[in-house]
């Protein structure tokens, strides 16, 4: 299941993220990708942005659907990516097991946060593969699309103007992506019956909870 988050920066925030990116140092993405990976990689990233890496984190927790959506455990550094014309990242899977000793995540959920406007590039969208065919995403600035890490999925070329994005990864409570989507519809469901008779809410909560207890790796 892919599921966006609307509006994870907006306005100065994003404004901020971006005014520090236009003075970062961008170096070749192959650096940090898997061995598998390399070779299908062409893209800058940047580095030495641990307290921007923070800041986006700060406000992907703030979201009110990033919660139920990832039921996050650990999550990676936020990276930073830059796609100039000619550069594409080819088809791939993300590693399973990322970081070192210290910061040693099984990346469940990926996500990139789109921080340039659609308009001011070509190309460049997020292509994921499903059993339902490929999905195309190219998000507003400040808008986030998280997907399960073990799927498939390229960045297309672009063509013009700079994709610039923020990317990462997230090890959930929860591994197994469809157990994840029943908890997300119920918790879902739950938000929009907040009217209904307590004692109904009361079973429905137990319910979300108790399998959240059967599911949950802490
Ligand atoms: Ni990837």
Redesign the pocket.
């Known amino acids: 299941m892919l599921i966006v988050l609307a509006g994870v920066l907006e306005g100065e925030d994003l404004a901020r993220v971006r005014a520090r990116l236009d003075e970062a140092v961008w170096k070749d993405g192959k650096a940090t990708a898997g061995p598998a990976?390399r070779a299908v990689k062409n893209n800058l990233q940047a580095g030495g942005l641990a307290d921007l890496g923070a800041f986006v984190m700060e406000a992907l927790r703030r979201h009110p659907l990033f919660e139920i959506a990832a039921r996050p455990r650990r999550a990676s550094p936020v990276m930073f990516s830059k796609y100039e014309p000619g550069m594409a990242?080819g088809p791939?899977?993300?590693d399973a097991v990322m970081g070192g000793a210290e910061g040693r995540l099984r990346a469940d959920l990926?996500y990139t946060l789109f921080l340039a406007d659609p308009e001011s590039y070509a190309g460049g969208a997020l292509a994921i593969e499903s059993a339902a065919g490929e999905q195309a995403i190219k998000l507003a600035a400040g808008d986030c699309v998280l997907y399960p890490?073990g799927t498939i999925?390229?960045?297309a070329p672009v063509t013009a103007g700079a994709r610039l994005a923020a990317?990462g990864w997230i090890q959930s409570v929860v591994r197994d992506a469809a157990k994840r989507e029943i908890l997300f519809d119920l918790s879902m469901t739950r938000a929009r019956l907040a009217s209904a008779p307590r004692e109904d809410l009361l079973r429905l909560d137990k319910s979300i909870s108790n399998l959240l207890r059967l599911w949950a790796e802490v």
Do not use: G, N
Request: glycine content about 0%.
């Open positions: 990976a990242y791939h899977t993300d990926s890490s999925h390229h960045v990317v």
